[in-house]
């Protein structure tokens, strides 16, 4: 189905306006009307996006300070790490994970992890680290997504990376797909069918969990009256002892450069060389990966079998960044201002 016949509707809707009226009737195909610039890449949506939204995901989030006063969030389900509970005394120490934690003591509650941590923000290496030793947990609320994925212009559904509007993205607008324009009911419904099925057979969304933990700002969670889930967050690297950070590695010598820009790289990766997927590595800000996919001979054509969970257990990418690299080989390129 090509997006350019489809028939959308003039109504507007926020997020939240859009979950209370549709919650109930999911699927449903809607384009971004108008974006979010979020604080960080992960944090962002463009307009003109067309996505299949098919649940509305909540997920608990516990609220935990550090030692320091930085508050963070993270999943209750997180599975990384495993914590011991230091107060109230007498309470059995474990280690266990945050979500028995959770469950079995009244709030709050200090714990500490297994092993030293620190968090970085997401996506920039030159940010400040955060080593966390004791945590004190004092309250949990819910968060709530909408779950979907994208579908590119030739109407293709990219199953690999599932997108999350969160409801603090309170810019957005929203338009629903209503048909399309030549009212042809029977292709439409056969379109929305295919992308559902698509759907439960490859994306495997049964065992989706958002991972993410995050940074919160006390002066927004002020703003927002502690309103957590109104609190738009600084997304984190969790690492899980404390290591000295490591240059990006130096380009090879004697191998040179195909693509200088995005206007070299072509749409169709699957006969680009080795070399070439690294330059494409090096234009997305990923170079830190060369050596892992040069050691591993990853060409145009192996790239496209990887998955998420091949690209982070196997090549060491986070989650943002296994997800760029997918987007970018399915056809997306980042909108780079040119300099002047």
Not at 41 to 65: F, G, K, P
């Amino acid at each position: 189905m090509d997006i350019s016949t489809v028939r959308w509707g003039l109504t507007e809707y926020t997020l939240k306006d859009f979950v209370n009226k549709f919650e109930n009737s999911f699927p449903k195909i809607i384009k971004v009307t108008e974006g979010f610039l979020g604080r960080q890449e992960l944090d962002s949506i463009s307009s003109s996006t067309v996505l299949h939204v098919h649940s509305l995901y909540s997920q608990d989030r516990a609220v935990v300070e550090s030692k320091s006063g930085k508050i963070f969030s993270l999943p209750a389900k997180m599975k990384q790490v495993l914590f011991l509970v230091i107060r109230p005394i007498g309470t059995p120490e474990g280690p266990f994970s945050l979500l028995k934690i959770l469950e079995e003591n009244v709030l709050p509650v200090t714990i500490r992890p297994t092993q030293p941590l620190t968090f970085q923000e997401m996506n920039n290496p030159t940010s400040a680290c955060h080593r966390v030793e004791l945590l004190t947990v004092t309250q949990v609320f819910k968060e709530t997504f909408l779950l979907g994925h994208s579908i590119n212009n030739k109407g293709f559904l990219e199953v690999q990376t599932p997108l999350v509007l969160p409801m603090y993205m309170k810019q957005v607008r929203l338009a629903l797909a209503e048909g399309l324009k030549d009212n042809n009911e029977e292709e439409w419904d056969a379109a929305c069918t295919e992308y559902s099925q698509t759907v439960q057979q490859k994306a495997n969304m049964d065992h989706f969990i958002f991972e993410e933990i995050s940074l919160l700002d006390k002066q927004e969670i002020m703003k927002h009256r502690n309103m957590y889930s109104e609190v738009e967050p600084i997304y984190m690297d969790l690492n899980k002892q404390l290591k000295k950070p490591t240059p990006p590695p130096k380009p090879e010598k004697n191998v040179a450069c195909k693509f200088f820009s995005f206007a070299d790289v072509p749409k169709d990766l699957h006969e680009a060389s080795v070399d070439e997927i690294c330059d494409c590595l090096l234009l997305l800000n990923l170079n830190q990966y060369i050596q892992s996919f040069r050691t591993e001979q990853i060409d145009g054509q192996f790239l496209y079998d990887l998955d998420e969970a091949l690209m982070r257990e196997n090549l060491g990418m986070s989650k943002l960044h296994a997800a760029k690299l997918l987007r970018f080989r399915d056809g997306w390129r980042p909108r780079l201002e040119e300099s002047i």
